[in-house]
């Protein structure tokens, strides 16, 4: 009897109780969701465009904020070090794209997957050989983002909105919106989703794959640097990101593989449901169990839902 | 004309469908026994010093290739991807440390094959989703059962039987008088015990995946949906390759801490070793037991010798070495990918093929 009403009665209790703290976790929650979301959402941009799971994209999120951040402490300024990972990263997209991926053209899916996997490696060993392995703090304040926090007292406590989660949640909107029209409006995202259906008939229009893919890389690298900032700045820049990068796959189950606003979706659902599991179930069960709950959430929607809450629908034919 | 079934004439099916029908695989086989019983024994590797050879190489090389041979079974053989394989080493190496602190007199060879066959049970249970979901989707599931165990590890004490360091360590275990693990055992005596259980195992699952069971794993791997309507069941064909493959994973696990490294933590069984195994199957080849060789061997000893002629040869530092070391990997997996997506072993194939019509090939 206790055990259950440890784990049906007691967490809701609590929450009533303290509703500041229950606002607390769900306002962390939703700014971790934004993050996780926003790493799936460079998965979903090159999958979308060129079928390719690229298991890349939590370490080029590191190799973003790993790199702005030793710009800045070689003495470029600040504004200056984002242009120049700006450029670095279409010359990786472009590497990528000659060296790598025209190399697997018509390849199987899996194969495609797992030359991403070595292309990880290989950012690592080059990352950690050029900026070293050592954490650094992310240079928010330089790059004009406004710091403190914002108290908002209700229910006899107080609610804290630190102002970069406040500002990381305002442009993840922003660049949802741009990416959403950049998709639906102008040509090269027409030309993008052609890819996307189907890329025999897309070459026979004159769109050229090797154009586009080198488009959605560089896309999908600002998307990661755009993470790699807010992210560093709630934790050190360091290699461990990476592994907190590996929660943009249940996301991404949630939300399905093609979709923009799925991603997002998926995130919030992660983001949210692991913090409020971990601060009302997790001392159950002894606490870190943010590191596994994400994809226990995945898991139980895969069961009822393998396509995700906005895949498109499998059709499998014999 | 080194290699050919020219005069090799088969009277029974039962030839005709042995393991190395040819009498040259035979020859080849005996011999690479006879160099990996006897001369390395006796004359290590050229070039290199004997404890490096043993501690270094050879038996991380063996213990890898069972894994790689578990994994293979898996991915290669049944198409189910698995990004979980470091945590299941993980659940051979803690039920071993449990079977052989709860039964201290029981042989070391049967508490490894006893944790073998619990990392099968745990397999299975995290095999499940398997049913319902596949190819990327299974990844997460995986994943799940990697980050769910890891978080075991260090959350139940009793797995490291409420130890202050948090690790597993191995004691001195005797067998036939001759102590056979532990920190004072003979890297020789651990090296043959490696070697009989690898050779014992190869041979186990070269038959298996011949026989009745293998051969629906592959139909399920090809085409799950036409394997069923030809009335393969699904169930036992993934859960029997999830438990088969993770008999192997555990017990290469609870060989890698008790008979490799005498004592580990939470670290060596984490995520990004479950990448380096993955790796070892796609450089060897999916679907190929002699791949399993080549992949764990490569993947293995060529970072290791890179480290070592950095620093002794150009005395470069470890750290420089160490990233060179995961570029390698990285470069090597993708050119593989790149070359030839059937990885070491299909290229074994080709050069096997091109013997045989040497000196005349048409």
Not at chain 1, 177 to 185: E, G, Q, T
Not at chain 1, 228 to 234: E, K, L
Not at chain 2, 154 to 177: C, H, P, Q
Not at chain 2, 228 to 248: D, Q
């Amino acid at each position: 009897m206790e055990i259950l009403y440890a784990i049906f009665i007691a967490p809701f209790v609590e929450m009533g109780a303290y509703p500041d703290l229950f606002i607390q976790a769900l306002w962390d929650g939703f700014v971790a969701g934004t993050l996780y979301g926003l790493i799936a959402l460079g998965f979903v941009l090159i999958f979308k465009a060129s079928g390719v799971f690229n298991f890349s994209q939590p370490i080029l999120v590191v190799l973003a904020a790993l790199s702005l951040v030793s710009f800045y402490q070689m003495g470029v300024p600040a504004w200056i070090s984002v242009i120049l990972v700006l450029i670095m990263f279409y010359a990786l997209a472009w590497l990528v794209e000659r060296l790598i991926l025209r190399q697997l053209v018509n390849q199987d899916g899996n194969i495609l997957f797992m030359s991403t996997i070595g292309l990880t490696f290989i950012i690592i060993g080059a990352a950690q050989w050029i900026f070293g392995g050592v954490p650094s703090a992310m240079i928010v304040d330089e790059l004009g983002f406004p710091n403190g926090s914002l108290e908002w007292p209700m229910f006899g406590g107080g609610v804290y909105f630190e102002m970069i989660d406040v500002s990381a949640a305002v442009i993840a909107v922003i660049m949802i919106v741009i990416l959403a029209v950049f998709f639906s409006k102008t040509k090269i995202g027409r030309g993008l989703r052609a890819v996307a259906d189907d890329h025999q008939a897309a070459l026979s229009v004159g769109i050229s794959l090797n154009q586009i893919w080198v488009i959605v890389w560089f896309v999908a690298g600002i998307v990661a640097l755009v993470t790699g900032i807010f992210w560093g700045a709630r934790s050190d820049v360091s290699f461990a990101l990476q592994i907190i990068g590996f929660k943009a796959l249940p996301v991404l189950i949630i939300g399905g593989f093609t979709s923009i606003q799925g991603a997002i979706i998926g995130g919030l659902i992660i983001g949210l449901g692991e913090k409020i599991f971990e601060i009302y179930w997790g001392p159950l069960l002894g606490s870190g169990v943010e590191g596994w709950f994400a994809y226990v959430i995945a898991l139980v929607f895969l069961l009822y839902r393998p396509q995700g809450l906005f895949g498109d629908k499998l059709i499998e034919r014999v | 004309m080194f290699y050919r079934e020219t005069g090799q004439f088969k009277s029974k099916y039962r030839e005709e469908l042995a393991a190395f029908p040819l009498a040259e695989d035979k020859v080849g086989i005996a011999i690479l026994l006879v160099i990996a019983y006897v001369f390395i024994p006796i004359f290590g590797i050229p070039g290199l010093s004997y404890e490096f050879t043993m501690g270094a190489i050879m038996i991380p090389v063996f213990i890898f290739t069972i894994t790689t041979l578990g994994l293979n079974i898996l991915l290669g053989f049944a198409g189910q991807i698995s990004l979980g394989t470091g945590a299941f080493m993980g659940v051979g190496a803690y039920s071993c440390y449990k079977i052989m602190t709860i039964f201290p007199d029981l042989n070391i060879i049967i508490c490894v094959i006893l944790s073998g066959l619990v990392t099968a049970v745990v397999g299975m249970i995290f095999g499940l989703p398997s049913l319902k979901i596949k190819g990327f989707y299974l990844i997460v599931a995986t994943l799940a059962a990697q980050f769910f165990l890891e978080w075991a590890f260090i959350r139940v004490a009793w797995l490291y039987n409420y130890n202050d360091s948090g690790g597993i360590e191995g004691t001195n275990k005797e067998m036939f008088g001759l102590i056979v693990s532990g920190p004072q055992s003979d890297a020789l005596t651990r090296y043959f015990i490696v070697l009989t259980l690898l050779v014992l195992l190869t041979w186990l699952a070269s038959n298996v995946i011949r026989g009745r069971i293998g051969r629906s794993w592959m139909m399920i791997r090809d085409m799950d949906i036409a394997a069923e309507l030809i009335g393969v069941r699904p169930l036992t064909a993934k859960l029997s390759a999830f438990a088969f493959s993770s008999f192997y994973v555990g017990i290469s696990g609870a060989l890698m801490v008790f008979f490799w490294l005498g004592a580990a933590e939470v670290e060596s069984f984490d995520v990004s070793h479950s990448f380096t195994y993955l790796f070892m199957v796609i450089i060897g080849g999916l679907g190929s037991i002699t791949g399993s060789y080549m992949g764990a061997a490569l993947v293995w000893v060529v970072p290791v010798l890179i480290k070592e002629i950095g620093k002794t040869v150009f005395g470069f530092d470890a750290f420089v070495m160490e990233n060179f070391s995961i570029i390698f990997l990285g470069v090597a997996i993708v050119v593989i990918l790149i070359v030839e997506p059937h990885g070491l072993a299909r290229l074994w194939q080709i050069t096997k093929q091109k013997l045989r019509l040497w000196p005349f090939p048409y």
